[in-house]
């Protein structure tokens, strides 16, 4: 058997002209470059695309799914303990609520509500009004007081500031007398230095506003 060598466009035994060759490497140069010219696909792109399930792959495993059979057991919430768990917890809420209704009703059987007979929102508002009285009448002396205050302490000032004597008059000196005492005395040191003072002349002096001289 001869065997049959496929002819192509480069082989001049191949009978295609030199116009058709050069028609075709054009149209596959033109073919490559719009290929490069295409943005490229990352590689996260490319993985995603490998990872994505066939149509038919995910139908055999929703057929799989669906042929599976049922457990038989009765789910947990249908359980016939924890529906008689409920019904205890229900009757046991039920039966507190009736304790704390007749616990009060037990202490409401012997309250007495009104303490005072007769006593309503007339009186109430008569003792507010004696309460605001005499809360205003206090307030009233208080400020009087601290006003008095204020006044004695503003006389006292003006009485130092107006070169009156606040003190009382000093007595009479009896000049003879001060002069035997002075002359009685004795001159210890044989110098000219005055007397010491008395002690009542002393203040007499203060009192009058006179100088005293140093001993």
């Given at each position: 058997?001869?065997?049959?060598?496929?002819?192509?466009?480069?082989?001049?035994?191949?009978?295609?002209?030199?116009?058709?060759?050069?028609?075709?490497?054009?149209s596959e140069d033109s073919a490559d470059e719009i290929e490069s010219m295409k943005?490229?696909?990352?590689?996260?792109?490319?993985?995603?695309?490998?990872?994505?399930?066939?149509?038919?792959?995910?139908?055999?495993?929703?057929?799989?799914?669906?042929?599976?059979?049922?457990?038989?057991?009765?789910?947990?919430?249908?359980?016939?303990?924890?529906?008689?768990?409920?019904?205890?917890?229900?009757?046991?809420?039920?039966?507190?609520?009736?304790?704390?209704?007749?616990?009060?009703?037990?202490?409401?059987?012997?309250?007495?509500?009104?303490?005072?007979?007769?006593?309503?929102?007339?009186?109430?508002?008569?003792?507010?009004?004696?309460?605001?009285?005499?809360?205003?009448?206090?307030?009233?002396?208080?400020?009087?007081?601290?006003?008095?205050?204020?006044?004695?302490?503003?006389?006292?000032?003006?009485?130092?500031?107006?070169?009156?004597?606040?003190?009382?008059?000093?007595?009479?000196?009896?000049?003879?007398?001060?002069?035997?005492?002075?002359?009685?005395?004795?001159?210890?040191?044989?110098?000219?230095?005055?007397?010491?003072?008395?002690?009542?002349?002393?203040?007499?002096?203060?009192?009058?506003?006179?100088?005293?001289?140093?001993?």
């Open positions: 058997m001869s065997s049959k060598r496929k002819q192509t466009p480069d082989d001049p035994s191949s009978g295609y002209s030199e116009d058709a060759q050069s028609s075709l490497q054009v943005p490229q696909k990352s590689r996260q792109t490319k993985k995603r695309k490998l990872r994505a399930t066939h149509a038919s792959a995910f139908g055999e495993t929703l057929q799989s799914l669906l042929n599976t059979d049922a457990p038989s057991s009765v789910p947990l919430s249908l359980k016939p303990s924890l529906a008689r768990k409920r019904n205890d917890e229900k009757i046991e809420m039920k039966a507190k609520k009736i304790l704390q209704v007749e616990k009060k009703e037990k202490e409401e059987k012997a309250r007495i509500t009104d303490v005072i007979g007769g006593w309503g929102g007339e009186g109430e508002r008569a003792l507010r009004k004696v309460a605001q009285r005499g809360v205003v009448k206090l307030f009233n002396l208080v400020q009087q007081a601290q006003n008095q205050a204020v006044m004695d302490g503003d006389e006292k000032k003006a009485a130092r500031g107006s070169g009156r004597p606040s003190l009382p008059a000093p007595k009479a000196v009896d000049k003879t007398k001060h002069t035997k005492k002075s002359k009685n005395k004795d001159n210890i040191l044989g110098r000219g230095k005055e007397a010491a003072l008395d002690k009542d002349d002393f203040f007499d002096m203060i009192r009058s506003g006179a100088v005293v001289s140093k001993a």
